[in-house]
């Protein structure tokens, strides 16, 4: 089985059939112009996707 496949049955039938929730690190790409919406699993409909800024709306890495 594919990990695509296996992330929407683990989605659908994980804990007891009640579902998985999965949270997905956004990435740390932003210096190199990288696009996070790019990567399949920040961009998929089972995942929710997560990242960080400071206080003052910056990258949290630089």
Request: aromatic share 12%; glycine share 18%; net charge positive.
């Amino acid at each position: 089985m594919k990990c695509f496949e296996r992330l929407v049955m683990s989605h659908i039938k994980g804990h007891g059939g009640k579902g998985n929730i999965f949270i997905w690190a956004s990435g740390n790409g932003g210096l190199a112009n990288d696009h996070c919406g790019a990567d399949g699993y920040v961009n998929s409909i089972y995942t929710v996707a997560t990242g960080a800024v400071t206080k003052l709306g910056l990258w949290t890495f630089n």
